[in-house]
């Protein structure tokens, strides 16, 4: 059994990550996926293997199985799932939360800026997470040791505000993971970006994490290194200089819309890790530059808000769909630029 740990860096959205692996021996019986796995993962049942299985959470061989594969000798057989394996210990902590939406299957809340998701080197309390345990004991905090992080399937970066949902049950958990995975959710955020964007268009590149700055995401021109991303984005407003945008995604990757802006040389403004914190656009005059500090200063960081949020209710199967406001910060921000504008 080999337990692989991914790097853990703050995600827009997910890849999959390797719980578990199993080589099956040359002499083994032809069996059920879900009676192979039964006999070898600990703190599990059948039916928890099936729905993982039915969610697209066990692998052969690199593919995709149901629960009715028959497991043959020499088969490579994985967990994986959006989020890596954990290693620390969370910790509850009586943080308030602005939950949009609960009921006995999920939750959606509101992040605000200057909030990391989950625990990880260098934030270990004071995390989405940690208020989440502390909030609602019934979270599937430990449901099982390859469940390995509390009904969280998707994320968003530290200084990015805006919507997540949250599982409550390991049904639920491991469906919406499936819908992230083959994408058939609704995301729109909402942005703020140097310079003037006068059409809606399509950013298209490769992404991967920069050979140079493991902080970073770099788009790859090659085509060959990175993971395909797709990014579609609409002009909302044109303030000249900056430009507010609703940005799509197709595909959920590392920093997708940071790095996919930043490569088309319109930064996100006051983007701290892509350089959108200094002026990027504009005179270089002393009145112009506090103008410019001012406006960093209504915002922790990039000024990106995940403002809308769709997917089908793992019980009921029917679509629904959630929007928030523009946290107060960004409001302002904006009503800046629109003074700045008329003046």
């Known amino acids: ?13 997910e890849e999959l990550f390797e719980h578990y692996r199993f080589k099956a021996d040359p002499g083994q019986e032809v069996i059920r996926i879900d009676k192979f796995l ?13 729905v993982a299985a039915k969610n ?4 052969v061989n690199d593919h995709k199985v149901k629960q009715n594969y028959k497991v043959k000798p020499g088969d ?18 009586n943080i308030p939360l602005d939950i949009v939406y609960e009921d006995d299957t999920l939750i959606v809340v509101n992040k605000p800026a200057d909030m990391v998701v989950h625990p990880g080197y260098g934030n270990y309390s004071g995390t989405l997470v940690n208020a989440l345990v502390y909030h609602f004991q019934n979270l599937p905090e430990r449901m099982s040791d ?14 990015t505000t805006g919507l997540l949902v949250i599982a409550k049950t390991e049904t639920a958990l491991t469906d919406l993971a499936g819908q992230f995975y083959e994408r058939t959710t609704e995301r729109l955020y909402h942005a703020l970006v140097w310079g003037d964007l006068n059409t809606d268009g399509t950013v298209i590149g490769n992404l ?12 790859f021109e090659d085509g060959i290194h990175g993971k395909h991303a797709v990014t579609h984005y609409r002009v909302l407003k044109r303030y000249g200089l900056v430009t507010l945008i609703e940005c799509k ?5 590392t920093h997708q819309i940071r790095a996919h802006l930043k490569h088309i040389g319109h930064p996100l403004f006051h983007d701290l890790e892509y350089g959108g914190d200094k002026v990027v656009k504009g005179t270089r005059s002393s009145s112009y530059i506090r103008f410019i500090e001012n406006c960093f200063s209504l915002t922790h960081g990039q000024a990106l808000h995940a403002k809308t949020l769709g997917f089908k209710h793992p019980e009921s199967g029917k679509m629904i769909r959630f929007d ?18 008329s003046e």
């Not at 991967?208 to 788009?219: A, F, W, Y």
């Open 56 to 59: 697209g959470n066990v692998v």
């Open 208 to 219: 991967g994490r920069s050979l140079t700055n493991r902080k970073q995401m770099v788009v």
């Open 249 to 253: 995604l197709e595909t959920g990757r």
């Open 324 to 341: 928030s406001e523009l946290p107060e910060g960004f409001k302002l921000l904006l009503e800046k630029w629109d003074r700045y504008v």
């Open 146 to 159: 390859y469940f390995g992080r509390p009904g969280l399937v998707h994320r968003i970066d530290k200084h």
């Open 1 to 13: 059994m080999t337990k692989e740990v991914h790097d853990d860096s703050e995600h827009e959205e």
């Open 76 to 93: 490579v057989v994985a967990i994986v799932l959006p989020y890596p394996v954990r290693e620390l210990e969370l910790i509850p902590q």
């Open 38 to 50: 039964l006999d070898r993962l600990p703190n599990t049942s059948r039916n928890k293997i099936q």
